[in-house]
């Protein structure tokens, strides 16, 4: 497909590199022409140097031969009028626009014909509703829905004395004592499809799929001790604070956030009249300390310093609280990132690019497209829900007689409200959903039929 990026940030960039990946044609639009010689030289794409709202750059772009534009600058306005401006010149042109400000929220919604928008991305939104994901289930470091909510696939930790040290697979449901299925191990920073003599080690990332209702039971088998979060520390009062804040109240959980920006914290008071706002430094050990750290039930650090978040949550670690999330903006090095103590990490920019990439891949096939894309592993696997249809292959035939492609697992059926993590005599029919990891990225898996060998 065509594919125009108007914005060559962090979003941007991100998506420039997966969606050329994926074998689409990219042209990326951006007023920083240092930026674009950048991308240019790493990935095999087309920059058009400009203001992306301008009728003659996006014609420059190729805008009436394109197929979809995504508008990622850092200013909603331009992101706005970079769509209106693209759509008009060709009508059948598919519009996604990252919208930030929660001001904008209702008349997007109700004038979304008229700026022609396809879709709508709110990075800090979509955060916030992870992080209030992981809040509600204190224990994971990750969790991703499917099949309506009824299947989860969640991501721990192996620490030193957990009971799923030193164990091998196959034994694992003595252990936890309900049915699961290890979909992906990330050991050393490689992810791997383990089969049942796999041994897990001190230090190894366990994705486990699960039906939600046995969730509890998982955590509680492996010792894992959780209460429900009542009161959260967030600190940094940015977007995503407001829209967590936002939602921890209508959870009934009691929050406070701590801001150095006095005119900010008085704004946010006003916009959240429930909410605790303090005005302080959270760098400085006597504040947290004051403000009930060592009480609290939850902390998440979302300052605008990768740096900061990281101190903080290692403080916060240190100091016994029992659950601890981390916004980081840059989640490159995740080697680093995973040797230290920082509880759940949560990258903004990498829920909006999967969301994206969802989209792409449904608008390449819009039949037998992903219902839902989630990128899981660090990047390294993917895991998809399909919907079984009339031409699927091997509909009713036990998944023991079918021979999947190699690093894929099918770790999920759902038969209407039913769901069940298969086995070797399992089957799945016309009108069921499948959930799939693929830990070989090499090949893009577009519809269920590209899993079968």
Known sequence: MNIIIAGDGKVGSMLTRQLSAEG???????????????SVERYDVISVHGNCASMSVLQQAGVKEADLLIAATNADE?????????????????????????????????????FGLSMVINPENQAAVEMERLLKYPGFLRRDTFAKGRTEIVELRVDAGSKLCNVRLMDLRSIVKCQVLVCAVL???????????????????????????????????????????????????GRISYYLAKRLKKSGISTQIIDSNYDRCVELAE??????????????????????????????????????????????????????????????NRSVIDSLSLGS??????????????????MENQTGAAISVHTIADGQAEAMEFLVEENTKHC?????EIRLKPNILLVGIAHGA??????????????????VVDTNRHEVIRQLNDIFA
């Open 24 to 38: 689409h044609d990219i042209t990326v639009i951006d007023c920083n022409s240092l930026v674009l010689q950048s």
């Open 345 to 362: 990490v949560v990258c903004p920019r990498e829920l909006v690019c999967s969301n994206i990439v969802r989209y792409v891949r449904a």
């Open 271 to 332: 916009l959240l009249p429930d909410t605790t706002v303090v005005h302080g430094d959270i760098s400085e050990q006597d504040l947290l300390e004051s403000e009930g750290l060592a009480e609290a039930d939850a902390l998440v650090t979302l300052t605008g310093l990768d740096e900061l978040n990281m101190i903080v949550s290692l403080y916060a670690t240190s100091r016994g609280v029992p659950q601890v999330i981390t916004k980081l903006g840059h989640a490159g």
């Open 418 to 435: 039913n769901t069940e993590i298969p086995n070797g005599d399992s089957m799945f029919h016309k009108g069921d959903t499948v959930v």
């Open 78 to 114: 331009v992101n706005l009028l970079c769509c209106t401006t693209a759509h008009s010149l060709n009508s059948k042109l598919h519009t996604i626009a990252r919208i930030r400000n929660p001001e904008y929220t209702e008349q997007i919604y109700r004038m979304r014909d008229v």
């Open 187 to 237: 050991r050393d920073g490689n992810a791997s499809a383990p089969k049942g003599d796999f041994v897990l080690r001190e230090g190894d990332r366990v994705f486990f799929t699960a039906l939600s209702q046995n969730l509890t039971t998982l955590l509680k088998n492996l010792g894992i001790l959780t209460r429900r979060v009542r009161n959260v520390t967030i600190c940094g009062g």
């Open 396 to 400: 009713g035939k036990p998944l023991k």
